[in-house]
């Protein structure tokens, strides 16, 4: 697989199906782990990096979850495909911020992918469409056991893994649902729903985790803390918030719908009016927009497009996306005019 071949397909997680697929964009189980015999990625030199790379080139080697799996060196990749991998959720902007002695692993489906020497020897990610963090930590642990058998990782019986940040050691796993709350932000009811996640000791991020703010109403909410609680107990119990919060915002849906119809038809319509029309547009704009549209799909007040589409333009917008489309470098305006012209071809197509 070569990296211009993501540009023509999308990923598994952005096909708009599974549970709660109309709220819930994606589910996301995150390991870190590290090697037991050498010293952790911000203590490492360059040939202690290089070393990790080769132990992982190699043990990747024997195992079925990578056989079709590509393994980028990211100090032979430019800026713009290092953003690229990073709009695609592949990867963190930590990562593509310094790309000596670093690399990324990715299967064709963008289902796994293993970020190696990050803060972490490694950060194994696996990636589902829906509300599916079981399915996901099927995959995952089956990875991690196969890995494991290859690999020596770093574990303490009194502290399980050991991980760079004290607050991973333990399962060392992050579980994550990306979710799309436009009705719970329209209803003002975010902010409450939010502070009641920090006080249950879960985070909120935006569309691209970490260090991100959250823009087209999208949230990223995850466990903080996975030393005492086993993996099972961490699913459990970002299971049981999630449902709450899908359930509020199916509620707060219904309450627009009920008492401010004309109102709610009326920003949908005018957000599709723009999208299919505009000439020159930006980023920020844009995402706010594809938001009230896709709002618009789930309630059934625009028929015309299925849920993959405006997936998918979430993506296809970014800077990185849109010049690896046009095969060269953009500056803001030639973006801003490409990122119309790509809507206006896709929603316009679909139409």
């Not at 995959?139 to 770093?154: G, H, R």
């Amino acid at each position: 697989m070569e990296l211009n071949d993501l540009t023509h397909q999308t990923g598994e997680w952005l096909r708009g199906t599974g549970p709660f697929a109309h709220i819930v964009l994606s589910s996301r189980i995150r390991l870190a782990r590290n090697f037991a015999n050498g010293p952790f990625t911000n203590r490492s030199q360059k040939k202690d990096l290089e070393e990790v790379l080769s132990a992982v080139d190699i043990a990747i080697q024997g195992i079925d979850f990578f056989k079709a799996a590509t393994f980028f060196r990211l100090n032979e990749l430019d800026n713009i495909d290092r953003q690229f991998l990073v709009e695609r959720h592949l990867m963190s902007h930590d990562h593509a911020a310094s790309p000596q002695g670093k690399g990324l692993i990715v299967s064709p489906e963008e289902v796994l992918s293993v970020m190696v020497n990050e803060e972490d020897h490694l950060r194994i990610q696996v990636m589902q469409s829906g509300f599916n963090l079981d399915g996901t930590w099927e995959i995952i642990n089956s990875i991690d056991n196969s890995l494991s058998e290859k690999l020596p990782f770093a574990f303490l019986p009194e502290w399980g893994f050991l991980t760079a940040c004290p607050t991973n050691t333990g399962t060392a796993m992050r579980g994550s649902v990306m979710l799309h709350l436009p009705a719970l932000v329209m209803t003002r009811q975010i902010n409450k729903v939010l502070m009641a996640i920090s006080k249950l000791s879960f985070a909120s991020r935006g569309f691209y985790g970490e260090g991100t703010q959250a823009v087209g109403n999208f949230y990223q909410i995850s466990n903080q803390v996975s030393l005492g609680h086993s993996e099972l107990d961490i699913i459990q119990n970002i299971n049981g918030l999630i449902r709450q919060i899908v359930e509020q915002e199916e509620q707060a849906r219904q309450a627009l719908l009920v008492q401010n119809r004309p109102v709610l038809e009326d920003k949908i319509c005018r957000a599709w009016g723009t999208l299919r029309n505009a000439r020159i547009i930006s980023s920020q704009e844009t995402i706010e927009l594809l938001s009230m549209v896709r709002l618009g799909v789930d309630v059934g007040i625009i028929r015309e497009l299925a849920p993959k589409t405006m997936n998918e333009l979430f993506i296809m917008i970014q800077p990185a996306h849109l010049q690896k489309i046009e095969g060269k470098k953009l500056n803001t305006l030639e973006r801003d005019t490409k990122r119309a012209q790509v809507i206006r071809e896709k929603l316009n197509g679909e139409a």
